[in-house]
């Protein structure tokens, strides 16, 4: 089963506005990461937060981790259309792999 | 090299034919790892490899999926007697040491492969 599971499945929104990308998991974890894939091909890290870690920001990123909850989210702030893509959390459940989730497809519409 | 590469971007090959996926990972990396995306859908875990370490090949959906990695660098990862449900982009990753101490991977661009 995925260990991350990330909601919505699709969004849409227009330039300007505010993206919410949610992700949950099932089992402790030491890390959560957030990856972005464009049209299918390789994924670019955008942010690490340990379970420690309440929040972190890099850029317009913000990443909350609520590890009572096991659940985490990627807030893009004014958004661009360049940020369309998919968004991927990925946990390392098992220390030495990475288990991503079935990812977010953003659209930002201009 | 500056990235991670592998090859063939793009293969079209016939069902029941052998295939073999290359990655190049960044240089000095010790951790290898190959991931499957089918269209659409999140990636699916396939094999890891680190250092000199017996490679986690937990994620091989069956013993057609085979890989290697020679000398510590390259990995190839091969299908055997392809069938159509094996299409689909072939992701190889590395990183500098095991995730488990707060490294991220890095990936490739993929290798598109198609079952026809």
């Known amino acids: 089963s995925q260990q991350g599971e990330e909601d919505p499945q699709a969004l849409s929104i227009q330039e300007g506005e505010n993206a919410t990308m949610n992700c949950s998991y099932k089992?402790?974890?030491?890390?959560l990461q957030w990856y972005r894939q464009n049209s299918g091909r390789g994924l670019v890290h955008l942010i690490l937060?340990?379970?420690?870690?309440r929040e972190k920001h890099s850029g317009r990123l913000r990443v909350t981790l609520d590890t009572s909850k096991k659940s985490s989210s990627l807030l893009i702030t004014a958004s661009r259309a360049a940020d369309t893509a998919s968004y991927f959390c990925?946990?390392?459940?098992?220390?030495?792999?990475?288990?991503f989730g079935q990812g977010t497809r953003l659209t930002i519409n201009p | 090299g500056a990235g991670v590469s592998q090859s063939p971007s793009n293969k079209v090959t016939e069902k029941g034919k052998d295939v073999e996926l290359r990655c190049d990972p960044i240089s000095g990396h010790t951790a290898l790892y190959w991931y499957r995306q089918s269209l659409g859908q999140g990636l699916e875990f396939l094999i890891y490899?680190?250092?000199?370490?017996?490679?986690?090949k937990s994620g091989l959906p069956s013993d057609r999926f085979s890989a290697e990695r020679t000398g510590g660098s390259v990995s190839t990862l091969t299908i055997q007697r392809t069938q159509q449900e094996d299409s689909a982009v072939y992701l190889c990753a590395s990183s500098p040491r095991s995730i488990g101490t707060g490294n991220t991977i890095y990936f490739g661009e993929g290798s598109w492969l198609t079952v026809v």
């Open positions: 990925a946990t390392d459940r098992e220390a030495q792999k990475l288990v």
């Open positions: 490899f680190q250092g000199n370490s017996a490679p986690d």
């Open positions: 937060i340990r379970s420690n870690e």
């Open positions: 089992t402790s974890i030491n890390n």
